[in-house]
């Protein structure tokens, strides 16, 4: 079945670091990636996302590339800030079933 | 737009007692989806509807779990009897239609906490 991998947290940064969050998937077929974000007391909200191979996702500074041939949608962000501390999961969409990693907690210190 | 909207947001009951959790989509969304998040883990689908009719309840555990959307609008998530291990968030989703999988807009959950 499908499955999501990420890199286990916390990841701890100082403001203006560079962030890598490691994603990796199993699945049958071809399909879509995401990057869901959920910062502390709000709900699930859809950060980026990328439908097809080679195809990179940006939102907020943040970028994924879709790579099949590592079946990887690594997270980057190249200055962190405060505001970034948040839980992030990776997920991936066959199109019948949203199937998400265990998410990983990112802390940003000032 | 408003966005999802759930409630309670905390409930607090024994093993064995029953609980319901509401939920109601943005207006216009066709699909509603039901996900429990047990603390360190990602969300996990329950349920999911398009318009009143289900779509996915594969790993809804029946005999103790139930959801409805009867109008095909809102929703209710009912357990009974609650076991130790549903104490998790349970978290309602909507999206325009089952075409848009994986583009999903999340309410903020309601936390379970079963002693």
């Known amino acids: 079945g499908n499955s999501v991998t990420q890199m286990e947290g916390p990841v701890t940064l100082s403001e203006e670091a560079f962030l890598t969050i490691n994603c990796t998937y199993t699945?049958?077929?071809?399909?879509?990636l995401f990057w869901y974000v959920q910062y502390p007391g709000e709900g699930l909200q859809l950060l980026l996302k990328a439908t097809k191979a080679d195809d990179k996702g940006s939102n907020k500074g943040f970028e994924a590339t879709y790579r099949k041939e590592t079946t990887s949608f690594h997270l980057e962000k190249g200055s962190v800030q405060v505001s970034d501390s948040a839980v992030y999961f990776c997920?991936?969409?066959?199109?019948?079933?949203?199937?998400f990693g265990k998410g990983t907690m990112l802390l940003v210190s000032p | 737009e408003a966005g999802v909207a759930q409630s309670p947001r905390y409930k607090i009951i024994e093993k064995r007692q029953s609980v319901a959790f509401w939920c109601n989509p943005i207006s216009g969304h066709a699909t509603l989806y039901w996900y429990q998040q047990i603390l360190g883990q990602g969300p996990k689908l329950l349920i999911q509807f398009q318009n009143n009719g289900v779509v996915d309840d594969s790993q809804l555990p029946k005999d103790r779990f139930s959801a409805e959307r009867l109008k095909g609008v809102d929703s209710t998530l009912k357990i009974q009897p609650a076991k130790l291990e549903d104490s998790a968030v349970y978290l309602c989703?909507?999206?325009?239609?089952?075409?848009?999988?994986?583009?999903?807009?999340f309410g903020e959950g309601s936390r379970l906490t079963v002693l």
């Open positions: 989703a909507s999206s325009l239609n089952s075409k848009n999988t994986g583009e999903l807009f």
């Open positions: 699945a049958t077929g071809y399909p879509s």
């Open positions: 997920a991936l969409s066959d199109r019948s079933t949203l199937t």
